[in-house]
């Protein structure tokens, strides 16, 4: 069990909420009795905005049922996997229950102020007793004991030894994940102590504005899912994500212990510049400009290092840094850096092609791939009309450029684990597909439907399209995805979508009281529901692909209709457009193709093999304490993964660049060395992708059924005119 995550709060995201772990000062914060004034006016302020139709697509009033939805979400944000609470302390807080609306009305947050230090106190009390489990003999393992480390929706504690025995059978797993990787029983517990201690550190130092922002997120996520309010630190890193640029030194920060670890350099960057830092090198000390006081900042928490390090471009900060070859009692270095702005060009859209080889009558095929991660926009820079803002469909656009240069013969768009973004972008990389045409109908809360769309003549790629989604494949993609099947203009291939519907909007805090610094933060609201072209949402049921690849996750586990306050699916009347193609003649042709290659490709079987086998130990929700299983099983995985890698040998099929590595080492990433960990996830980018090259494989399929059949072709593609070299 991975206990840091078991504090979070909500962060950066237009689309799927991404969870934040915070990490500790050097000094134990205290959590006040009571809001600052700036709290008070942000939670009358949040009130406002999400109580108010004008604003909100769908306001709750702040009754005894929201107040009860609020107290139960507050206490499953700090306390998701039910070890630190009993029951008796929830009903020790029930007299708040009833007045978490008219807390957050009024500015008074005194009760989540106490819920949030009797969770402290009791982070202390269970880090003490699993640090006192590591010297008392309860390490044999074999009986047939289970840690079912899945208690989302199990009771609260009845009793502090009830929770005493949840602890006890998670550190059995820890050490037993260890012994199973090789480390002899002083190295086990060394690293579990610390490891706890770590834990409480990171807890007890959390302070009044965590505790504030995890009590307004509990508010937000009662009135829906995709609703948050972001402190402004949060409101900074959201920005940052979206414009995916960043004013600093260009490194990617990771704490380890008490220190915070350069993780990896970003290339032209100032720091990868100087030549001067190698991952794993410590920064233990900052200074502002050329002669600014040096701060020692071990212990400190990630995000405060980070702010002292950025800052405007042209401005300089100096570093003491501790190579990583040395140790912690090593004299540091002292480095002078000038700030840049740094584009953040590993979560841009890449590309490449993939050649698919002659077989039968069908000739070799040439097939563009662009992976694009997010719809990312430097909303800033689009304002102020700079040149080089950031955008997802520009470089999309330079990417298509390139692929029509070289004559691939298909185009297929990855959008696997794309959570979303901005709006605008999905409209926008839409028309680089189609020529002119509505992408999606938004419904604000009081019934008014207006249409976006292209209104550019002209296409950026006008031959073989297909889509390529999975249930991480949310918000935007599920416009862009959904888009391109009501229009017939490609193929949607792999999973169906997350089923995320609805349209929000920062709205900055600050701009009301007429502040000029930042006091208040942000509120990502829901304020509208989109519709595709032919009037369905996506909301709930989410894009259903032409073809489907086995499912990784159930919809039951994760996905839009996992949230209990999720909106439901509806429809709204249509809208013309093109139909320029109409797949459903040539789906099955494809499918039967697809089955009988999947039938002889080695690696989509053992996706297939993996998928299932994860499904069935996922289903479990436990793991096994006897050493005897759990050895067998892990030497089950080494002896799969080394001969697939031999079976790759002898098929002359691309090698795993990860076969080598143990399937667990007991570690957190903390643990680990960091730049052997980045260099591991560097690695596994090179990773053989089956459903990509199927994807691949499909399109090309499609080329050929639809080039060799002219009945077909008119068929499928009446509009083939407009179509391009659709059908060859």
């Known amino acids: 069990m991975n206990l840091s995550r078991t504090v979070s709060v909500s962060v950066i995201a237009l689309a799927l909420s991404v969870p934040l772990v915070l990490m500790a000062r050097a000094d134990n914060a205290t959590i006040p009795s009571t809001a600052s004034v700036d709290q008070a006016t942000t939670s009358k302020m949040v009130y406002g905005l999400l109580s108010d139709s004008r604003y909100a697509y769908r306001p709750r009033p702040l009754d005894a049922t929201l107040s009860a939805d609020i107290f139960k979400r507050y206490l499953e944000s700090l306390d998701a996997g039910k070890m630190f609470f009993t029951a008796q302390d929830v009903a020790k807080f029930a007299p708040y229950k009833a007045g978490m609306g008219r807390a957050i009305k009024a500015g008074e947050l005194d009760p989540a102020f106490a819920i949030f230090s009797l969770f402290k106190q009791r982070v202390g009390q269970r880090v003490d007793y699993a640090r006192g489990l590591l010297k008392q003999d309860i390490f044999d393992f074999s009986g047939n004991d289970r840690w079912y480390y899945d208690r989302e929706d199990a009771p609260w504690a009845a009793s502090d030894a009830e929770v005493e025995q949840l602890w006890k059978q998670s550190v059995r797993n820890d050490w037993l994940r260890l012994k199973l990787a090789g480390k002899k029983p002083d190295d086990i517990r060394k690293t579990l102590d610390k490891r706890y201690a770590n834990?409480?550190?990171?807890?007890?130092?959390?302070?009044?504005?965590?505790?504030?922002?995890?009590?307004?997120?509990?508010?937000?996520?009662?009135?829906?899912?995709?609703?948050?309010?972001?402190?402004?630190?949060?409101?900074?890193?959201?920005?940052?994500?979206?414009?995916?640029?960043?004013?600093?030194?260009?490194?990617?920060?990771?704490?380890?212990?008490?220190?915070?670890?350069?993780?990896?350099?970003?290339?032209?960057?100032?720091?990868?510049?100087?030549?001067?830092?190698?991952?794993?090198?410590?920064?233990?000390?900052?200074?502002?400009?050329?002669?600014?006081?040096?701060?020692?900042?071990?212990?400190?928490?990630?995000?405060?290092?980070?702010?002292?390090?950025?800052?405007?471009?042209?401005?300089?900060?100096?570093?003491?840094?501790?190579?990583?070859?040395?140790?912690?009692?090593g004299k540091p270095n002292r480095i002078v850096l000038t700030r840049a702005r740094i584009r953040l060009e590993e979560q841009?859209?890449?590309?490449?092609?993939?050649?698919?080889?002659?077989?039968?009558?069908?000739?070799?095929?040439?097939?563009?791939?662009?992976?694009?991660?997010?719809?990312?926009?430097?909303?800033?820079?689009?304002?102020?009309?700079?040149?080089?803002?950031?955008?997802?469909?520009?470089?999309?656009?330079?990417?298509?450029?390139?692929?029509?240069?070289?004559?691939?013969?298909?185009?297929?768009?990855?959008?696997?684990?794309?959570?979303?973004?901005?709006?605008?972008?999905?409209?926008?990389?839409?028309?680089?597909?189609?020529?002119?045409?509505?992408?999606?109908?938004?419904?604000?809360?009081?019934?008014?439907?207006?249409?976006?769309?292209?209104?550019?003549?002209?296409?950026?790629?006008?031959?073989?399209?297909?889509?390529?989604?999975?249930?991480?494949?949310?918000?935007?993609?599920?416009?862009?995805?959904?888009?391109?099947?009501?229009?017939?203009?490609?193929?949607?291939?792999?999973?169906?979508?997350?089923?995320?519907?609805?349209?929000?909007?920062?709205?900055?805090?600050?701009?009301?009281?007429g502040n000029e610094g930042k006091r208040y933060g942000q509120v990502k609201l829901t304020i509208a529901q989109f519709f595709l072209p032919d009037g369905s949402s996506t909301q709930n049921k989410g894009v259903v692909p032409d073809i489907a690849f086995p499912v990784m996750v159930d919809a039951s586990e994760f996905g839009e209709s996992t949230y209990d306050n999720a909106l439901p699916w509806t429809r709204i009347a249509a809208v013309a457009h093109t139909q320029y193609g109409n797949f459903a003649p040539l789906l099955p042709k494809l499918q039967a193709r697809h089955v009988a290659r999947i039938a002889q490709d080695k690696e989509f079987q053992w996706f297939e093999e993996d998928v299932k086998e994860f499904r069935t130990e996922q289903a479990k929700k436990y793991v096994s304490l006897n050493e005897a299983e759990r050895r067998a099983d892990r030497d089950r995985q080494d002896a799969k993964r080394k001969s697939r890698q031999e079976q790759r040998k002898a098929l002359g099929l691309p090698l795993d660049p990860l076969a080598a590595d143990a399937a667990d080492d007991g570690l957190q990433a903390s643990e680990r060395n960091v730049a052997k960990d980045a260099a591991r996830e560097k690695a596994a980018e090179d990773a053989p992708d089956p459903l990509l090259r199927e994807s691949a494989a499909i399109l090309a399929d499609a080329v050929q059924l639809l080039g060799n059949d002219e009945v077909l072709s008119a068929q499928v593609l009446p509009e083939a005119k407009v179509q391009g070299h659709w059908a060859d």
């Open 348 to 513: 841009a859209a890449k590309s490449e092609i993939l050649k698919l080889p002659a077989a039968g009558n069908a000739p070799e095929r040439r097939i563009g791939v662009v992976k694009l991660p997010a719809f990312y926009q430097d909303f800033e820079g689009r304002r102020k009309n700079s040149d080089d803002y950031a955008s997802a469909t520009r470089d999309v656009a330079r990417l298509l450029k390139e692929f029509k240069a070289r004559g691939v013969d298909g185009v297929v768009m990855d959008l696997r684990n794309n959570g979303g973004g901005s709006l605008n972008e999905a409209i926008e990389l839409t028309g680089l597909f189609i020529d002119k045409g509505p992408v999606v109908q938004v419904r604000e809360s009081g019934g008014r439907v207006s249409v976006e769309g292209d209104r550019d003549a002209g296409v950026a790629w006008d031959g073989p399209l297909a889509v390529l989604t999975n249930r991480g494949s949310a918000s935007a993609s599920e416009i862009f995805a959904g888009a391109i099947q009501d229009y017939g203009r490609g193929l949607v291939i792999g999973e169906t979508t997350f089923g995320k519907g609805t349209v929000q909007n920062l709205v900055d805090l600050d701009r009301w009281p």
């Open 199 to 329: 834990l409480d550190k990171t807890l007890q130092q959390l302070d009044g504005t965590d505790a504030f922002q995890s009590f307004l997120n509990a508010y937000t996520a009662s009135i829906d899912p995709h609703t948050d309010y972001f402190d402004p630190r949060s409101a900074d890193r959201f920005n940052q994500s979206m414009s995916l640029s960043l004013e600093g030194i260009g490194a990617q920060l990771q704490k380890q212990d008490d220190v915070v670890v350069i993780r990896e350099l970003i290339a032209g960057g100032p720091a990868a510049s100087s030549g001067k830092f190698t991952p794993g090198d410590r920064i233990v000390g900052v200074g502002q400009g050329a002669n600014g006081q040096m701060e020692d900042v071990i212990g400190w928490r990630i995000d405060d290092v980070v702010e002292k390090i950025k800052g405007p471009k042209g401005t300089q900060v100096r570093l003491d840094v501790i190579p990583a070859a040395m140790g912690m009692d």
